[in-house]
């Protein structure tokens, strides 16, 4: 499996963007998405995740009610819409994916594949 972040920039504290994930090889629909970020000197983190047939998502505190993760199976791609962005999200954000469990994973250790990241900069 091969993911392919894409996305990021700068944008202003306040403003949205949109991440996407494409993802090659595999059976896409079965697989749990997730969304990470890494921001500088810190631990990577989970951000929001998606479970592969029945839409499960599940976010971290510090973005509920201002992320939304979604998947399109058709496309092989997830998404993380990011709105009200606060320069605390700024970050290398990764996404990965879990091919062999059956349920959203909160940790680095539940995803077995990840994309190269993409940066976001939000500014004050």
């Known amino acids: 499996v091969q993911l392919q972040a894409s996305g990021g920039g700068l944008v202003q504290a306040g403003g949205s963007l949109r991440l996407s994930c494409a993802a090659s090889?595999?059976?896409?629909?079965?697989?749990?998405m997730g969304w990470f970020r890494q921001a500088p000197g810190k631990e990577r983190e989970f951000v929001a995740g998606?479970?592969?047939?029945?839409?499960?998502?599940y976010y971290a505190d510090s973005v509920k009610g201002r992320f939304t993760i979604s998947r399109d199976n058709g496309k092989n791609t997830q998404y993380l819409q990011m709105n009200s962005l606060k320069p605390e999200d700024t970050a290398v954000y990764y996404c990965?994916?879990?091919?062999?469990?059956?349920?959203?994973?909160?940790?680095?250790?539940?995803?077995?594949?990840w994309g190269p990241g993409t940066l976001v900069t939000v500014s004050s």
């Open positions: 990965a994916t879990d091919t062999l469990g059956f349920t959203v994973g909160r940790t680095m250790y539940n995803y077995d594949y």
């Open positions: 090889g595999g059976t896409f629909r079965s697989y749990t």
């Open positions: 998606i479970s592969g047939n029945y839409d499960r998502t």
